[in-house]
Structures are given as structure tokens and as C-alpha cells.
């Protein structure tokens, strides 16, 4: 609790009452040149839309939160992606993707407005980052030491609602070809989660579209890409005309989480604002 007198008037403010506001970007997919093509969208041209889109509605936000492919395999875009991110004025909190390089993310992304994985506090909530890699793989796992960290984030701070994010889905997205390079053990992450009570959220990006559903009462979110999407649904892999997106989210006092997808284009649809209760 602070206490101050603003006008003569006695005043106390609970920092932990307030609302806190963050932005998701998800799978930028950078190259070390600008002009860089992935299935035909120059991928930071299409960044910087994304983000010029989000700074043209409320902002700033508490902080960003990139959720992994920040690169396509190419370790010179992370110079990009700072170009992007670090004039902003934002904290920028990051986790790896299958397509990111991370000993050169780690190296390139190393101090402000950028952090890589852990835990960070914002008013009444706990956001935790996870790394879901495997070397190698394009589906991805917890090892046994992330997914005690995520025990030890949460047992921490059991008062806090938590958020926690990482790269790959934890739940079927009805898509043959996606569904396996996944997480290959969402029980360990749900078995982790279910023993704690304050994860109000899981969001992620990876699958290239926006998906919503809700385990318990917890919320699964995932984020399109702010370049290139894939199908829903798909059996084989296919691409989905949408435009690049990004997602907004409203982290109330109460456990309550606002969130809308938004699309980059004039003319695209966009997703309902939706509520959910964590009661
Ligand atoms: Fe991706």
C-alpha cells in the first residue's frame, strides 16, 4: 500500500489493484535483411506493422511479450528484432522458439528493455516464461528442470494470479500435421499447473493461428503470427490467407483476463473482445 496527500487529500493506492496491460507479438520469423521472405511476406516489414498497429491503439502497454521464432533460423535477425523492439520504452519479455537461435538469442538480446525467460510480477499477477525447445526439433518438450521452476514460480507466489507463456501448444489443435510438433508432454505441464491454484492463463504462439479454449478454469490461448498464419484445421500443412496479428491482454486484480486478437488489415474481421472469470 502507498500512502501520499495530493491536494491536501489523504490518498493510499494499492499498486496490485490495477489493471495491467500487455501485448503478445508472436513469430516474427525475422532474417537479417529487412526485405527477408517467409512464404511470400517480408517478415519485418510486416513486424513493424504490428507494432505500429498496437501503438495506434492503447498505449504503452506494462510490457510486451514475444513468444518465440522471433527469428527463421537466422541469427542476424535478432539485430532486427532489437531495431524493432528497444526504442519503445517497454520491457520486451522473450522465450525461444523452435526457429530461434539460442545461444545467439541469449547473446543478442542481453539486457534492457529485453528479458529471456523467468518469472517477472506485474500489479496482482505473476507472468512465467518458458522454454519448450528441443534441439533439433520442431515439436517441443519441458525438461524436468523448466517444469520445477514453473512449480517453484507458482508455489512462490500462491497470492498471485499467474500467466504463464511458452512457444508450443499444449492442447490438441484438431490439425494432423501441427498436432505433431506440439508439446510431446502436456501432462507434465497441466500435472504442474493443477497443483497450484492461482494459473488463470497459458498462452503461446507456434501454431500460426488464433485459438481459444478453456481447461478447468484455466484459458488457453493462442496467438497468430504477425507475418504468415496456417490453417486451421488442416490435415497436411497449408497456409491461411489472414493477415499478420498480434494480441492484446487486460490482467485485472480479480484473477480476470481480457483479450482480443487483433488483425493487421483495414478489412479483417475482428475476434470478440471475451471475458472470462477466474472465480
Ligand atoms: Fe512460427
Given at each position: 500500500?502507498?500512502?501520499?496527500?495530493?491536494?491536501?487529500?489523504?490518498?493510499?493506492?494499492?499498486?496490485?489493484?490495477?489493471?495491467?496491460?500487455?501485448?503478445?507479438?508472436?513469430?516474427?520469423?525475422?532474417?537479417?535483411?529487412?526485405?527477408?521472405?517467409?512464404?511470400?511476406?517480408?517478415?519485418?516489414?510486416?513486424?513493424?506493422?504490428?507494432?505500429?498497429?498496437?501503438?495506434?491503439?492503447?498505449?504503452?502497454?506494462?510490457?510486451?511479450?514475444?513468444?518465440?521464432?522471433?527469428?527463421?533460423?537466422?541469427?542476424?535477425?535478432?539485430?532486427?528484432?532489437r531495431r524493432a523492439f528497444a526504442g519503445l520504452g517497454?520491457?520486451?519479455?522473450?522465450?525461444?522458439?523452435?526457429?530461434?537461435?539460442?545461444?545467439?538469442?541469449?547473446?543478442?538480446?542481453?539486457?534492457?528493455p529485453?528479458?529471456?525467460?523467468?518469472?517477472?510480477?506485474?500489479?496482482?499477477?505473476?507472468?512465467?516464461?518458458?522454454?519448450?525447445?528441443?534441439?533439433?526439433?520442431?515439436?517441443?518438450?519441458?525438461?524436468?528442470?523448466?517444469?520445477?521452476?514453473?512449480?517453484?514460480?507458482?508455489?512462490?507466489?500462491?497470492?498471485?494470479?499467474?500467466?504463464?507463456?511458452?512457444?508450443?501448444?499444449?492442447?490438441?489443435?484438431?490439425?494432423?500435421?501441427?498436432?505433431?510438433?506440439?508439446?510431446?508432454?502436456?501432462?507434465?505441464?497441466?500435472?504442474?499447473?493443477?497443483?497450484?491454484?492461482?494459473?488463470?492463463?497459458?498462452?503461446?504462439?507456434?501454431?500460426?493461428?488464433?485459438?481459444?479454449?478453456?481447461?478447468?478454469?484455466?484459458?488457453?490461448?493462442?496467438?497468430?503470427?504477425?507475418?504468415?498464419?496456417?490453417?486451421?484445421?488442416?490435415?497436411?500443412?497449408?497456409?491461411?490467407?489472414?493477415?499478420?496479428?498480434?494480441?492484446?491482454?487486460?490482467?485485472?486484480?480479480?484473477?480476470?483476463?481480457?483479450?482480443?486478437?487483433?488483425?493487421?488489415?483495414?478489412?479483417?474481421?475482428?475476434?470478440?473482445?471475451?471475458?472470462?472469470?477466474?472465480?
Open positions: 500500500m502507498i500512502e501520499f496527500t495530493w491536494r491536501g487529500v489523504a490518498v493510499c493506492y494499492d499498486p496490485s489493484m490495477r489493471i495491467v496491460r500487455l501485448v503478445q507479438f508472436t513469430d516474427p520469423h525475422l532474417f537479417g535483411e529487412e526485405a527477408g521472405r517467409l512464404r511470400g511476406i517480408a517478415t519485418y516489414p510486416a513486424l513493424i506493422g504490428a507494432i505500429e498497429h498496437a501503438r495506434a491503439r492503447d498505449w504503452p502497454p506494462d510490457a510486451i511479450v514475444a513468444t518465440g521464432d522471433l527469428v527463421q533460423d537466422d541469427p542476424t535477425g535478432y539485430a532486427l528484432f517497454v520491457p520486451v519479455h522473450c522465450l525461444p522458439g523452435n526457429h530461434d537461435v539460442r545461444d545467439a538469442m541469449r547473446r543478442e538480446l542481453a539486457g534492457a529485453f528479458t529471456l525467460g523467468g518469472s517477472v510480477d506485474f500489479g496482482a499477477w505473476r507472468l512465467v516464461l518458458l522454454d519448450s525447445t528441443v534441439d533439433g526439433s520442431a515439436g517441443g518438450c519441458l525438461s524436468d528442470g523448466t517444469l520445477a521452476e514453473l512449480d517453484k514460480a507458482l508455489g512462490d507466489a500462491p497470492e498471485r494470479h499467474a500467466l504463464v507463456c511458452l512457444h508450443h501448444h499444449p492442447v490438441a489443435m484438431s490439425s494432423r500435421w501441427l498436432d505433431r510438433v506440439g508439446l510431446a508432454n502436456p501432462a507434465d505441464l497441466f500435472r504442474v499447473i493443477d497443483a497450484h491454484r492461482n494459473v488463470r492463463a497459458v498462452l503461446f504462439g507456434h501454431v500460426h493461428q488464433s485459438f481459444e479454449a478453456l481447461r478447468g478454469r484455466v484459458r488457453l490461448l493462442a496467438t497468430p503470427s504477425t507475418c504468415t498464419q496456417f490453417l486451421p484445421r488442416a490435415e497436411d500443412f497449408a497456409v491461411d490467407a489472414r493477415p499478420p496479428a498480434y494480441r492484446t491482454l487486460e490482467l485485472l486484480p480479480d484473477g480476470t483476463l481480457q483479450t482480443e486478437v487483433v488483425w493487421v488489415d483495414s478489412c479483417a474481421a475482428r475476434s470478440p473482445r471475451s471475458v472470462c472469470s477466474a472465480a
